[in-house]
Structures are given as structure tokens and as C-alpha cells.
């Protein structure tokens, strides 16, 4: 496999043909991992896309969506090349587990770029990385909110220095036609969309769903989206679509003050003011640790879902309109 990274495959690959494959890895600590990935090559030449799903193991829509993309893309129509990996932490997929690898207890989407001296999912990352994304024009990263989290579709790049390479990325999560666009202004330490960004690849995160569901319209969502990005970076010859879209910032998050019982009192897409309650933590036996506040003004793009919250989570976090 280090001989045969997937975008070698690909060049040699006859020019609009498919081919399927299982990534394994030299290390010890990888010795059970295989993961399937099929590898496209256009007709013509083009972008180098790899689409990543399944970084986390309890999110399904774009696991889902990026299965039926790889069955469905015609190579014949598409100019360029593409890797598609629907699940990459296969561990986490199969052993249904919300934020870590079992493996290690480590969230793998705080550890990219990886090293191959660390624990399982650092080496991963460091093999991941290394294999399909460094050398990859565009990675487009497809996630959802975990199985205790709710959240408002959207896609997301990471502002940089290089406006070109930004504004490929924000082509992409445009491409999307998600209601938010998230235009973060500083990298997020570890991520995998964040070091493509500093390896200078153009890249877009994705969030659409959550709390472990699969319904149909978060999966067309997703797979409609992975389309019209091909549109737009031109490997399809055929117009992008647009849509009315916001861009936001972040705003404030309210982080949970100490491990408790939450009860959330907001929906998804609400309007909170300054103060205004968000919901409520208390102990087992019922006492209230704390009133959950929005810090300030805003809307409720992400909320936790689950009963038992820890110390410093973000309970809610609030977007606004740029
Ligand atoms: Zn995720």
C-alpha cells in the first residue's frame, strides 16, 4: 500500500474506468485494518478529489451518500480523478462508538496530521493523511453531528493566507447548497480539513444530521451536494448549482460548567438573546448544578442531545449572520 498509494492506481488506471481496493498499512498497530475505497479515473484530466467519510463511527449520512456516489459517477462524464473512502475509521464505524476510536479512546479528528510513533489513531491518521490526502487537490470531508448531537446542516473551509487555495476551498463547501457556510477564521488543531488546508489542499468539511439517523433526505442532501462540487471545481461538464446561502461565524458556545444531567430547552435554528436560558444541568438527584445562559445573542445551530454531559462541553453552540 505505501507502494500503491490510491492516486497512483489512479494514474495508472485506464482513463475512464473504476477500480476497488482495500487500504492496509505496514504498521503493527494497523494489522487489522482494511479499508475500502474505490478508486475513479476520468476520462480527461482534472482535479484530484478525495471524498473521506466515517472520521467519526456514529455519523451515517455521508458513509452513506459517499457509498451510492462511488457506485453511481459515471468515469466516462468525469474529467480528473477520484478516491472515495466511505468509512475510515473502521473501528469506530463497526463498534458504533460516538466521538473515539475504541482503540484508543482518542478523537481521531484532533490528532490529523498524525505520527507514526503514536497510539492507533495517530499512526491512522499519519497513514491516512499521507496516502489520500496530501496528494490530493481537494479533500471534501463529509461528517454529521455525532449520535448525541443535533445540528444545522452546513459546510465549512478554514480562512488562510493563500486566497487562491482559500477560495477553491469556499467554492466547494458553497457547492454544498447547505444553508450555512461556515467561514472559520483560525485552523482548528487537529482536524483533517484544517491540515489539508496547511498542506495546501482545497478543502471543505461537511455536517448534515445527526443523533445517529439515517432518514433519506440527509443522504440525498449529501450525495446531491458531492454532485454539484464535481460542478463547480468543472470534473463535470455542466453547470454548478447555486442556492440562497448564509455565511456565518461562530458565535458563542455555553460549555458545560461540570459533568450533569442536561436538559436542553432550545431548538435547532432558534433565536436566543443575550441571558436568555438554554437549558439545565443538574445532579442525580435532581439538584440544579447551573442554568444554562446563552452567552450572547444568536442562533442555535448545534445542541447536545444526551442526558450525561461532562465538564467544558459545548451544550450549545450559537452562529450568526455575517
Ligand atoms: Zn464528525
Redesign the pocket.
Known sequence: MLNQTPWMIADELAPGSKHRMELTFPDAVLDRVAIPATVIRGQTDGPRIAVISG??GG?YPGPAAAVRFAREIDPAGLSGSLVIVPVVNQTAFWQRTAFVTPDDGINL?RVFPGDLNGTFSEVLARRLFDALVEPADILIDL??G?IFESLTPFSGYFKMSDKSLQERSAMVAHAFMLPIVNAYPEPFPGSLTSAAARAGVASAIV?VGGNGLLPSEDEAMVFDGLINALRAVNSLNEPARTVPQTIYEPASSADAPAAGLWRPAVGLNQQVEAGERLGTLTDLYGDEIADIVAPEAGEVVFYMTCLPVHTGETLVALGRPV
Open positions: 472520521v467519526h455519523e479528528n461528517h454529521s455525532d455536517e
